[in-house]
C-alpha cells in the first residue's frame, strides 16, 4: 500500500520540525512496509520517522548526517547486538520530540478531515454502517477489519 492522501500532510509537519531545529533529514519510501501499512491498506493517512535502519549509507549521506559511510546507519538493526546498549538516546529524543510536535500539531487542528483530506467513511466505516451490530466485527470494545 502507498501513501494516501493526507500523508503527505502529516509528512509536511516532520519535515518542517526538522528544518527549524537546522537538522538534516531526507524521505524515506512510504510503501507500507512497516507498522503504518494497514492504516494505509484501510485509507488512513499516516506519517512516520525512521533513522536510516539497515540502509547502506553513502558519502554524500555520510557528510550530512556523519558516522562511516559505505555501512548501515544502524549495523545492529534487526541484529543480535540491537538491544538496550544499542539506543542512541540523543537521537531518541529528537525522534520523540518530532513526533510530539506533529501530535499536536494535528491534535490542535480545525476540521483536522479537511486537512488530512479523510474520507468520510473507508472502507472499514462503510462496512460497519451497513452491517448489523451483531456482525460487526469487534475485538473487546474496538472495530476492527
Known sequence: AG???GSAAVQRLFEGYFSALGV??????????SDYGPFLE????????D???EKVKDMELRGRF???ANTAFDPCYHQECDDVANIA?????LMAGAVAHVLQNLSSTPDLRHVLRFPLT???????????LKNLPYQG???VA
Open 3 to 5: 501513501a494516501v492522501a
Open 24 to 33: 538534516p533529514s531526507e524521505p524515506s519510501p512510504f510503501n507500507g512496509r
Open 42 to 49: 484501510h485509507g488512513i493517512p499516516a506519517g512516520g520517522l
Open 51 to 53: 533513522t536510516g535502519a
Open 66 to 68: 556523519g558516522g562511516l
Open 89 to 93: 538516546f540523543e537521537e531518541l529524543q
Open 122 to 132: 473507508t472502507p472499514l466505516h462503510r462496512r460497519a454502517a451497513t452491517a448489523p
Open 141 to 143: 470494545s474496538h472495530l
